[in-house]
T-cell receptor
Framework: AQSVTQLDSQVPVFEEAPVELRCNYS??????LFWYVQYPNQGLQLLLK??????LVKGINGFEAEFNKSQTSFHLRKPSVHISDTAEYFC????????????FGTGTRLTIIP | EPEVTQTPSHQVTQMGQEVILRCVPI?????FYWYRQILGQKVEFLVS????????KSEIFDDQFSVERPDGSNFTLKIRSTKLEDSAMYFC??????????FGQGTRLTVV
């Protein structure tokens, strides 16, 4: 079984400041990792994913994440946030082999302060 | 860009009634999923569907739930007798090869 921990339930950040949203996971097998974003009253949109290869992955809207296998982390970063980045961010994992179900973290609400 | 579409966007139903939530996955995708998100909680897996059968289901997906792909394009979730605790946002998702899942906008189900 897998579990995902997002320790920060809410993160307020000033506009144009950098942000890091933390994600740690636990799994007995190798996993793929994902970040999804949920804008207010909308569905889940894939921000970025790590399947294999370079541990630094770039996604949409200027976000990037780094997979750290030894620390079982997949933190999301953006060097300069905008008001439009206000949303809920979910980290998720799924096993490389076997079932395809995603296990989500509890989410981090990112609020951008003008 | 192709997308997963869900209807209705909001459904209000009385406790004990049956509801059917509808989804049109992306056309060349082979894997289909339902997830739900109770207000303020994490997104939870309900069921996955591949090759016209359920490939995995969670403990939430009990006998009150069923899924169907009736016509090769739609993918439905039926709840036979709704309970108050079924109130949630229900997300349909699809995947081409089981790697990344694309989610719909969701159906907000309110059981009163």
């Amino acid at each position: 079984a897998q579990s995902v921990t997002q320790l920060d339930s809410q993160v307020p950040v000033f506009e144009e400041a950098p942000v890091e949203l933390r994600c740690n996971y636990s799994s007995s097998v190798s996993v793929y990792l994902f970040w999804y974003v949920q804008y207010p009253n909308q569905g889940l949109q894939l921000l970025l994913k790590y399947l294999s290869g370079s541990t630094l992955v770039k996604g949409i809207n200027g976000f990037e994440a780094e997979f750290n296998k030894s620390q079982t982390s997949f933190h999301l970063r953006k060097p300069s946030v905008h008001i439009s980045d206000t949303a809920e961010y979910f980290c998720a994992v799924r096993p490389i082999f076997g079932n395809e179900k995603l296990t989500f973290g509890t989410g981090t609400r990112l609020t951008i302060i003008p | 860009e192709p997308e997963v579409t869900q209807t209705p966007s909001h459904q209000v139903t009385q406790m004990g009634q049956e509801v059917i939530l509808r989804c049109v996955p992306i056309s060349n995708h082979l894997y289909f999923y339902w997830y739900r998100q109770i207000l303020g909680q994490k997104v939870e897996f309900l069921v996955s569907f591949y090759n016209n059968e359920i490939s995995e289901k969670s403990e939430i997906f009990d006998d009150q739930f069923s899924v169907e792909r009736p016509d090769g394009s739609n993918f439905t979730l039926k709840i036979r007798s709704t309970k108050l605790e079924d109130s949630a946002m229900y997300f349909c998702a699809s995947s081409q090869q089981g790697f990344e899942a694309f989610f719909g906008q969701g159906t907000r189900l309110t059981v009163v």
